[in-house]
């Protein structure tokens, strides 16, 4: 792994010279750059390039609905929320995979260094770009943006991109496979363990240059099918639930802390949680019609086992809330894109991506 994040770094640093020149007159003076942190919910197929124990998704029916069926790596039947989220930033398509440049013309627009699997923690997923990685490789980015364009116009650049983080998921599963059923303090003490390392990691994220941060809180983690499955009729955990609740309440005052602490620090704060329930309150107002089952796997609630080349999979997929036992499908993403980009503080506080963009 660490051989091909090195030769796609030679490769972006070598190519950077070249075009770096034209860059501040065009995507610097059009919309930002999206730079995407985080886990399967935004990994667009960097995991495709890691040893064959890392999660991967790189096989059909996966990308089903991508554009010629393609399975990109993205843990779903078609485009995730950040590729609907960097169209509407400007972009005409999504930042490509960090391992899968070959030149930095690829990369000009922005880069995904997300990993499926990863976490806050480093100890979080087994043979996955760890968080820690994830922002090494941007440090040797911004680095070379920077040799290769004048520390003042990369930091320019960086200050007006935007920077997408999705991660927290897979740690809090983690904790919770051993202390759900927990008590209240249990699961402070679960938040409290895991938000000063990602506090930790936006700040580092801050010092190499970004300041327009827009990071997606814990969605319903006890609604997902992996987890309805154990409950009679399909239900959620409502103790799980409580669980990324209270820490997408923490993430919010964190992030509320950072902007006072760091000068040009600004944000949004995708409500991911927010909308899922939103979205579940009244399913037919947006067409679904299935919440509990996966579109993609096998046994009860399609979610005893995992989405394969074998699997039968539904075919009305925009009626379906979830695509295999732990993700959404496309739609889901669509709509939660859309109201985190363009919604009210409901679902994005303080001001959703667009304005943040604007800002």
């Known amino acids: 792994m660490e051989k091909l994040q090195k030769a796609a770094t030679l490769f972006l640093f070598l190519s950077l010279i070249s075009f770096l020149a034209n860059l501040s007159t065009a995507a610097a003076a059009t919309s930002p750059a999206v730079f995407v942190f985080g886990d399967s919910t935004v990994d667009a197929g960097n995991n495709n390039f890691l040893p064959s124990d890392a ?14 069926r393609i399975p990109t790596g993205r843990f779903g039947n078609g485009f995730l929320s950040v590729d609907f989220v960097a169209k509407a930033a400007g972009l005409r398509r ?4 960090f391992l899968s440049l070959s030149n930095a013309v690829q990369g000009r627009r922005g880069v995904n260094f997300a990993s499926a699997g990863s976490g806050v923690f480093n100890t979080t997923g087994r043979y996955v770009v760890t968080m820690t990685q994830q922002i090494k490789d941007f440090s040797t980015f911004a680095g070379n943006l920077a040799a290769a364009k004048g520390a003042r116009s990369a930091a320019v650049f960086l200050s007006k991109s935007l920077f997408y983080v999705s991660v927290g998921s897979n740690d809090l599963f983690a904790f919770s496979t051993v202390l759900i059923p927990g008590n209240s303090t249990q699961k402070d003490e679960i938040v409290a363990a895991v938000l000063p390392q990602f506090a930790d990691q936006l700040r580092s994220l801050y010092h190499l240059g970004a300041r327009k941060f827009a990071v997606v809180g814990t969605a319903q983690l006890g609604c997902v099918p992996f987890v309805r499955r154990r409950f009679p009729g399909g239900a959620c955990s409502p103790d799980l639930n409580d669980l990324p609740l209270r820490y997408k309440t923490a993430t919010r005052a964190l992030l509320g802390h950072l902007a006072i602490e760091l000068e040009g620090f600004r944000y949004s704060f995708s409500d991911f949680f ?4 939103h979205i579940q309150s009244d399913p037919q107002k947006y067409g679904f019609t299935e919440l509990a089952a996966a579109c993609c796997g096998s046994g009860r609630l399609n979610a005893e086992g995992p989405c394969t080349p074998n699997s039968t999979y539904c075919g009305n997929r925009n009626q379906y809330f979830f695509w295999d036992e732990t993700h959404p499908t496309q739609e889901v993403y669509r709509l939660a894109a859309r109201l985190s980009f363009y919604g009210p503080r409901q679902f994005a506080y303080p001001v959703n991506i667009h304005s943040l963009l604007k800002s």
């Open 55 to 68: 999660p991967k998704a790189n096989f059909p029916p996966y990308g089903v609905d991508y554009p010629r």
């Open 274 to 277: 927010e909308i899922m329930s």
């Open 94 to 97: 999504s930042p490509p995979p």
